[in-house]
């Protein structure tokens, strides 16, 4: 028979006032300012402290990137997606019937109008986002792991960067410098590139993390000493009480709480259907290869917009890798994809040594709008979502913990949350 488990709380046995669903960096970004706020907080995950999605991305505080993947016209480039299982944006033939919905869902938000007011509320969130996120950092005494170089955008001909900006030029619109190099400028900001690249759009104010998965432990620690737990323990269900919350064990074991967060990522929708929630969310299947330290001297993150993926230097290694492949959370990896980036990054960074890396694929969990879910669920003010971040967890986890934290002291938020509401689906 399954037992309804009492949380140790500070010694007392009382239920735990917050449990949270996921501990990549959204979740551990949450327990950290609930736990400033005097929360009592739980941390569920199946694995560890940031030790899947949230491990591998690109280290990347894309404070600037306020454009939603979706773009006036993309359908068109659907057939092209299916015909390319290598190409920067792929989808598997034999998951495009599940895809359908969703894509029809992304088609809708590629209008003018969507365009528009995603992008605004973008603007909105990324400020937000990059204000608590230095603030959480010097709270938590990480800023020295928050590298400053900016992030240099590479274009193969000046035709390939007129295409470009509208893009430019709608970043400008949000108050995103950069500036436009060629030559001797551009060999300076990173020298070793191949000759094909003749001009580039340089983001002075773009930041990285040293390590992304080393950046999240330590926000952990920080957590940790404030008086947030972490236990490692799968989620089979989640279900609503007449007061709180309660979640379901895949041992069967119950744990109650006064409030529930789910930030369990790619998996998240999964949770909130059963609170009557059915969030369109996809998985953006991401690759990469690290490399080991010294491969290459990356003076800064080097986007390639043309192949949808970006070299970065970590304390850990260089590490080669993005791309879009919309796959669902069962298909085996193609590990061909990083194989693939690898041997275009050799040839756009000559001198790049590609031996000893280590592959990897993890599941970014996608809106059709590009917007993140946070906001109550429609069954309960007890439960909240904070997840569909895509690209941007890292970037946007500390923003989606200041509102998050906002939403259960029921206080004012700091931004209009309606258009992040899962209601809007």
Known sequence: MASVNSVNVGGNQNNSEVIIIGAGIVGIATAALLSEAGHSVLVLDRTGICEETSSGNAAALAFSEVLPLASKGVMKKVPRWLLDPLGPFAIRPTYLPKLLPWLYRFWRASSDTALRSSTQMQGQLMRLAEQEMLALAERAGVMHMIHHEG?????????????AM??????????????????????ALQPGLSPQFVVGCF?????????????????????????????????????????????TLANGEKLQCKKLIIAAGAWSHQLSAQLGDAVPLETERGYNTTLPVGAFDVRRQLTFPGHAFVVTPLTTGVRVGGAVELGGLKLPPNYARSAAMLKKAKQFLPQLNTEGGRQWMGYRPSTPDSLPVIGFSSATDDVVYAFGHGHLGLTQSAATARLVTQLLNHEKTALPVSALSPKRF
């Open 166 to 187: 509208a893009g430019w030029e709608a970043k400008k619109q949000a108050g995103i410098d950069f500036a436009i190099v060629r030559g001797a400028e551009l060999a």
């Open 203 to 247: 983001v002075p104010k773009w930041k990285n993390v040293s390590d992304p998965k080393l950046y999240g432990k330590a926000l952990w620690s920080y957590a940790e000493k404030l008086g947030s737990r972490f236990r490692q323990a799968s989620v089979a269900a989640v279900a609503r009480l007449q007061s709180g919350a309660e979640v």
């Open 151 to 163: 992030n240099l955008e590479l274009y193969e001909s000046e035709a390939e960067l007129q295409a």
